[in-house]
Nanobody, 124 residues
């Protein structure tokens, strides 16, 4: 059973940056696409970004394109989400998730394993 541990959230001012991390506990991220999702209070879960198992393919929601960058270090068994130029509307609980799939997807219900979430708050 793959367990994911996401971390790196916090309070940041608008325009600031944070880097989220997703690590595997008791397993390996090898062979899995990894997605980042977020959920703000009263809103649905939203797909933010996804990276392929090799790291060669990425996807981004329109709302974060040009500001967020997803990457992975398979040697360290970790995936990262670098978030720059943060806006108040980026405030949410962020989750990483893993899926084995030949088809790129950011549909939450298709992901198999989930982290516990890390809170990101963007506020002055």
């Amino acid at each position: 059973q793959l367990q994911l541990v996401d971390s790196g959230g916090g309070l940041v001012q608008p325009g600031g940056s944070l880097r989220l991390s997703c690590a595997a506990s008791g397993g390996t991220l090898d062979g899995y696409d990894i997605g980042w999702f977020r959920q703000a209070p009263g809103k649905d879960l939203e797909g933010v970004s996804r990276i392929s198992e090799s790291g060669g393919g990425t996807m981004y929601a329109d709302s974060v394109k040009g500001r967020f960058t997803i990457s992975r270090d398979n040697a360290k068994n970790a995936v990262y989400l670098q978030m720059d130029s943060l806006k108040p509307e980026d405030t949410a609980n962020y989750y990483c998730a893993a899926i084995r799939s030949p088809i790129p997807t950011l549909t939450a219900r298709e992901y198999t394993y989930w982290g516990q979430g890390t809170q990101v708050t963007v506020s002055a």
